[in-house]
């Protein structure tokens, strides 16, 4: 079954970026779409983007001029970065991978454990 | 692109059957049937319960179905049992390839 592992610091400094990454095990990367969403403690969750294999990208408008994703299908691996982060954007971020046996529009399926990340001087 | 709107919290007792809403626009939920629920117990990753509206992925009880009419889509959950106590978040397609979730509801197994 298909496994997902975020990794990255868990404190930022505002102004500075958040960078993340997930890596996949137990199956392929390729071939499938990956998102990052994020929830803050005690709300809901918002989706930030997601990367096809062939590295294309999709980003949530209101965060697209701060997210940079990247893929790397020879390490099962894809990447986060937002910049000039603030304290609004401390929560736990997730990755998930889209609904494997759906259209490309279906929501996601597999998702990592998820990681804290605190703004935070 | 707004967060669809769910109940914050719902409650039933065990074998009872609840039902939990979750309302978007004609530019998401009503526009598409690509809507998924998803349960998420304390500290934990949410899990998928339910995709497309109505499908489910294997290893999900039939307990838990899915529904939309219009602009809300609807999670229900019959013959309840303690375990089923959860966050629950619905998602759904916004076009654009964009996604929106909603805003979570606590359901409490009294």
């Known amino acids: 079954q298909v496994q997902l592992q975020e990794s990255g610091p868990g404190l930022v400094k505002p102004s500075e970026t958040l960078s993340l990454t997930c890596t996949v095990s137990?199956?392929?990367?390729?071939?499938?779409?990956w998102s990052w969403i994020r929830q803050p403690a005690g709300k809901g969750l918002e989706w930030i983007g997601r990367i096809y294999t062939s590295g294309s990208t999709d980003y949530n408008p209101s965060l697209k001029s701060r997210v940079t994703m990247s893929i790397d299908t020879s390490k099962n691996q894809f990447s986060l970065k937002l910049n000039s982060v603030t304290a609004a954007d401390t929560a736990v971020y997730y990755c998930a991978r889209g609904v494997a046996a759906a259209s490309t529009k279906s929501c996601f399926d597999f998702w990592g454990q998820g990681t804290l990340v605190t703004v935070s001087s | 692109q707004s967060a669809l709107t769910q109940p914050h919290s719902v409650s039933g007792s065990p074998g009872q059957s609840v039902t939990i809403s979750c309302t978007g626009t004609g530019s998401d939920v009503g526009g598409y049937n690509y809507v998924a629920w998803y349960q998420q117990h304390p500290g934990k990753a949410p899990k998928l319960m339910i995709y497309d509206v109505s499908k489910r992925p294997s290893g999900v009880p039939d307990r838990f179905s899915g529904s939309k009419s219009g602009n809300t889509a609807s999670l229900t959950i019959s013959g309840l049992q303690a375990e089923d106590e959860a966050d629950y978040h619905c998602?759904?397609?916004?076009?654009?390839?964009?996604?929106?979730f909603g805003g979570g509801t606590k359901l409490t197994v009294l």
């Open positions: 137990g199956g392929s990367i390729s071939g499938y779409s």
């Open positions: 998602c759904s397609y916004a076009g654009s390839y964009t996604w929106v």
